[in-house]
Every structure is written in structure tokens, then in C-alpha cells.
Nanobody, 128 residues
């Protein structure tokens, strides 16, 4: 039901930083989970990070833990993914997704099929 639009992708050198934005509109924020997924060429889509809209809960894939930070700015209706110490293996199309969910269960919110709303996806390329 909600609409999501990603921005902020681009090309960055290994070790650099980049911040992605996911603007949310046309939906309801109460009890929503917003997550980032990514898909590299010839690989399956994988979970990156998730956040409850109230900001009380966050979770990260092991591959990005300690380097990426997910956050939200309520006044701008935007969720961010701040990426630091980027590596070539982070190169992928990044997409944000949202769903209404009163629970916080990792085995559920890491599943792409559980989300009903998706952004268009943006390219992140990390060069060595």
C-alpha cells in the first residue's frame, strides 16, 4: 500500500562511504517494518538490514554488521542506510521494502516474500 523511492546510489572506491535514502509516502507508518535488500549480478537477493519505524529495533546481516547503519527520520518520512568501509563485494542493486507488522521476528523480516511494498532499486558500485 505504501510507496517507496530509493536515492543516493552511485560509484564509490573501496573503503569509502555512501548513504542511501528510502522515501515513504501514501501509506501508514504505525507498526511498519522497513528493510533493505540487495542483489548482486548472478546472485540471489539477500537481506541487509531492517528497522521498526519507531526506531526501537534494528537488525543487520552478518556481512554488513559494524559497517552499515539503518536509521529513520520521521519528519521526512525517510529511512536511511549509511554504509561505511565499503567493499567490492557490496556492489549490488539495493532496494527498500516495507510491511505492516506488529511483531519483530528475524526469521520473518529477513524474507523478501513477506514484504508487500518495494522501491525501484538503485545501483551501488564499489571499485577497488
Amino acid at each position: 500500500q505504501v510507496q517507496l523511492v530509493e536515492s543516493g546510489g552511485g560509484l564509490v572506491q573501496a573503503g569509502g562511504s555512501l548513504r542511501l535514502s528510502c522515501a515513504v509516502s501514501g501509506g501508514f507508518f504505525s507498526n511498519y517494518i522497513v528493510a533493505w535488500f540487495r542483489q548482486a549480478p548472478e546472485k540471489e537477493r539477500e537481506f541487509v538490514a531492517a528497522i521498526r519505524w519507531d526506531g526501537r529495533n534494528t537488525n543487520y546481516a552478518d556481512s554488513v554488521k559494524g559497517r552499515f547503519t539503518i536509521s529513520r527520520e520521521s519528519a521526512k518520512k525517510t529511512v536511511y542506510l549509511s554504509m561505511a568501509n565499503l567493499k567490492p563485494e557490496d556492489t549490488a542493486v539495493y532496494s527498500c521494502a516495507a510491511k505492516g507488522d506488529f511483531t519483530w521476528v528475524r526469521t520473518q523480516y529477513i524474507l523478501p516474500d513477506s514484504y508487500g511494498s518495494w522501491g525501484q532499486g538503485i545501483q551501488v558500485t564499489v571499485s577497488s
